[in-house]
């Protein structure tokens, strides 16, 4: 397989876009220095009339800012959400379990019996929002401007795609380098939707680009500024016709802010950025539902294994053995978060509970005898440093990593060295492998097994953590899986990649942080898909607005 380490930046930088900051679902301490009210308007509350497809506008919020509208550039989930939108890609993901469908070709891929080809035909009915019949060589020339133009998410395809070419009109043909069976997964991502060429021109990124901006989605993105993002129905869109005849979507400065508005029904839902103590408050809000989310952030240690002491593999197992995810859940974050023990989130083909099977519950003797073994003794500790970025991932995690330092110590034979840093200087301090334990987030770049492993088993991986020297055999492994299209192989292949992460102690997977979604009375979800309770929102952390409306009230 290819260099995965700019799959390591890319995603850090990603999560960092993000902006969660979504603890438990509990009433604020009131020690907290953070504190939410809500205030109560006069505005009238939403009609409860019959929904009616096409006739509502939808007004969504967030607190999460345009980063780049330019599909061959955008790194956020918010931007992905807006742009899958409006140019829909050749594979799509259903709202809910995520199924990968067919979007704009006529069915799934046909892939050549080496696994180098894959090729893919468009439906004939594709149009863009202007009238605009896209061709395949129009596509063709999206794809070759995400490889020639080198944005930020250009490697989802530079690094997998050699070439492609449309043999005639209806016809994509993708080359790859290697085999990769997860590459269908790929095409649904946003740097393989094709864009206008009026729009996007081949030559340069446009970040923001002036609208209409046209797509062959269900939607069009007719203006957009700091504050506010207004999409309306593309008719010329193959598929069904919109739910709603407009959507707005209000950017806000605060959690605070946007759940004052969800209250006095200036906004129909909240969604990414709303942090626990506005959840909790909205929870108690009559019409309002708080749902968490069935996705979410993976939270872990980067273990660096070029520093001494977390150099010594020994010295590794021990920190896993002193490591009591549940204590901190409860004595700090609890709510929505809850424990992981595997680099791979419950869900995802041959997750396993790698951690928990190799260490099972904290034991402080074996951690003890395990130091004693690396040669540390009371007069002679292991020296560790321990960083984390204490703005970034919300205030409980400050709380949650003083439990984690005397956690490591508890033995008596460690020492830790606690250090915040802000985020600009954290991120690089990480990447050039500063500390020996970092605390981070990760969601997938792509919704795969592969996507949760292999940026921390190759290339070396994150701040040290993947120097696999030692084990050759995970890498080994990890290549089959990334390139074996028999899915129970793969699983079982993934399940022994994780055995030999958790052995290694790559990283120490600590826990999930589910993200809140909230809503009025006046939403209405389809109830075909998985996770209605959470407006179709699942571990693709992807809203798909053709699955939810509002009940009409004539806005």
Request: net charge negative; charged share 20%.
């Amino acid at each position: 397989m290819q260099d995965m380490r700019w799959l390591v930046i890319l995603a850090v930088l990603l999560w960092g876009c993000t902006g969660s900051t979504t603890p438990g679902l509990t009433a604020p301490d009131e020690s907290s220095t953070t504190t939410t009210t809500l205030t109560e308007t006069t505005t009238p509350a939403s009609s409860t009339t019959t929904f009616v497809a096409g006739s509502s506008v939808l007004r969504m919020g967030t607190v999460i800012p345009i980063d780049s509208l330019d599909p061959a550039d955008a790194l956020t989930f918010g931007d992905w959400e807006i742009l899958l939108a409006v140019n829909e890609g050749l594979l799509r993901r259903e709202p809910g379990d995520g199924a990968l469908v067919p979007g704009i070709a006529e069915d799934l891929p046909e892939m050549s019996e080496d696994g180098l080809t894959y090729t893919f035909h468009l439906r004939s009915d594709v149009v863009f929002s202007d009238g605009t019949i896209l061709t395949a060589p129009m596509y063709v020339e999206s794809i070759e401007r995400v490889m020639q133009l080198g944005g930020r998410n250009s490697d989802l395809v530079s690094l997998y795609v050699s070439r492609v070419e449309a043999p005639d009109d209806m016809t994509v043909v993708f080359h790859l380098k290697e085999r990769i069976a997860f590459f269908p997964t790929l095409v649904a991502t946003t740097p393989y939707s094709p864009t206008h060429p009026d729009v996007y021109p081949v030559d340069e990124l446009v970040p923001f680009p002036d609208t209409p901006i046209h797509g062959v989605g269900p939607w069009s993105l007719v203006d957009y500024s700091e504050s506010e993002m207004v999409l309306e129905p593309n008719p010329q869109y193959y598929g069904d016709p919109a739910t709603q005849s407009r959507i707005v979507i209000t950017t806000f400065e605060s959690p605070d802010d946007m759940a004052n508005a969800l209250v006095g029904d200036h906004i129909d839902f909240g969604w990414r950025g709303m942090d626990s103590q506005a959840a909790a408050l909205l929870s108690e809000s009559e019409g309002v539902t708080v749902q968490v989310v069935p996705g979410g952030t993976l939270h872990f240690l980067t273990v660096n294994h070029g520093l001494s002491p977390t150099d010594d593999p020994v010295v590794r197992q021990a920190i896993a053995e002193l490591i009591d995810r549940e204590a901190i859940l409860e004595t700090v974050l609890g709510g929505a978060f809850v424990p992981a023990f595997s680099p791979v989130p419950p869900g995802y083909d041959g997750s396993s509970e790698s951690f928990l099977e190799s260490y099972g519950e904290p034991d402080i003797t074996h951690a003890i005898g395990l130091l004693e073994e690396a040669g540390y003794t009371d007069v002679n500790r292991a020296e560790i440093e321990l960083a984390y970025p204490p703005e970034r991932f919300g205030p409980e995690i400050a709380a949650a990593m003083e439990h984690l330092e005397l956690q490591i110590e508890s033995t008596g034979l460690v020492e830790v060295t606690l250090t915040s840093q802000p985020w600009n200087t954290y991120v690089g301090d990480v990447v050039e492998g500063t500390y020996n334990l970092a605390f981070l987030g990760w969601l997938h770049d792509f919704p795969d097994t592969y996507n949760y492993l292999a940026p921390f088993v190759l290339a070396g991986g994150l701040g040290g953590s993947g120097e696999n020297l030692e084990h050759p055999e995970m890498v080994d492994m990890l290549t089959e899986a990334g390139m074996t299209s028999d899915e129970t192989q793969r699983a079982l292949l993934y399940g022994d990649v994780q055995s030999l992460f958790a052995e290694d102690v790559v990283t120490v997977p600590l826990w999930i942080d589910h993200p809140y979604i909230a809503y009025r009375d006046t939403v209405v979800a389809s109830a075909q898909f998985d996770y209605p309770q959470s407006l179709n929102v699942g571990s693709t952390m992807l809203l798909d607005f053709r699955s939810i409306g509002v009940q009409s009230d004539n806005r």
